[in-house]
């Protein structure tokens, strides 16, 4: 199977580490709200896309500028 290049890595990590941890959060934000009603899973659906669509470009956005700003000064450099 052909890999992506290593290039890729700087897109492909916060879109995965976005699908994965709303899909938790939400799930289990969901569960709590409303316990295993009927119709549980596509509310879960539903508010795992909002979640998602919010998330994915807010950590496009906000990872270069933790790196860069905030973890500067808890890091130290090699």
Do not use: D
């Amino acid at each position: 199977m052909k890999k992506l290049p290593a290039s890729y890595l700087r897109f492909a990590l916060p879109m995965c580490t976005t699908v994965f941890m709303t899909f938790l959060v939400s799930g289990f934000a969901t569960w709590r709200a409303i316990g295993t009603a009927p119709g549980m899973v596509w509310t879960w659906m539903g508010s795992w896309l909002i979640a998602w669509v919010i998330a994915a470009p807010t950590m496009f956005v906000m990872m270069p500028i933790v790196r860069g700003w905030l973890l500067r000064y808890l890091i130290e450099e090699p």
